[in-house]
């Protein structure tokens, strides 16, 4: 029998797929969405860990939160909480391992696309 | 004024996005389906031009157009009509020149996938 974590700290911890969980079809469907990708894309630009109110998007509170979580249930972002905070990180090295080249080729591309219709 | 085209030759055009249309969310989209994914894979591997029923996928006659639909509407294939036929190709250069490198390192990571599933 494993001993339980502390409920207090076990409550917190918010689930991440494994590496070996991660999906291509997930990871695409995350990065397809506009509101997402540019989570991704300040995320892949700014500090490694950033605040989800750091990252202050134009939508409503459960709108963002959703966002969040798609982008971490998909295996795109790590989330952890500090304090009252949420902080998000890009899961680059899993996406890395699993998929050489592919963020960097979607943040290329969205890089790309944003210089064209500016 | 401009001639229009014989009616029965305009009927049976489709119709699909000029390459300043195609946008990176709908590219992502369109290849975020496994189904839509393998269509894509296939005509990246096997001959420039194949027909829906050659690429045969294993659901309904109506979601199987409706997954080339989606890929034809994203700007990810182009479809003509020979005869009674639909023939699909990629649209590979549209999306080079667009996102260069993407669409490869996408079909890197669904080759990548296939084999870690086998």
Redesign the interface.
Known sequence: MTTPSAPSAAGRDLPHPHRSEI????V??A????MR?AVVRRLAAGPAEQSCSALDLPVSKSTTTHHFRVLRECGVIRQTYRGTAKLNRLRRDDLQA?????L???L???Q??AV?RA
Do not use: C, I, Q, Y
């Not at 699993?98 to 592919?102: A, D, E, I, K, N």
């Open positions: 999906r291509l079809e997930g695409l469907h990065l397809a969405d506009p990708l699993l998929f050489p080249g592919l960097d080729s979607v290329a591309a969205a790309a696309e064209r």
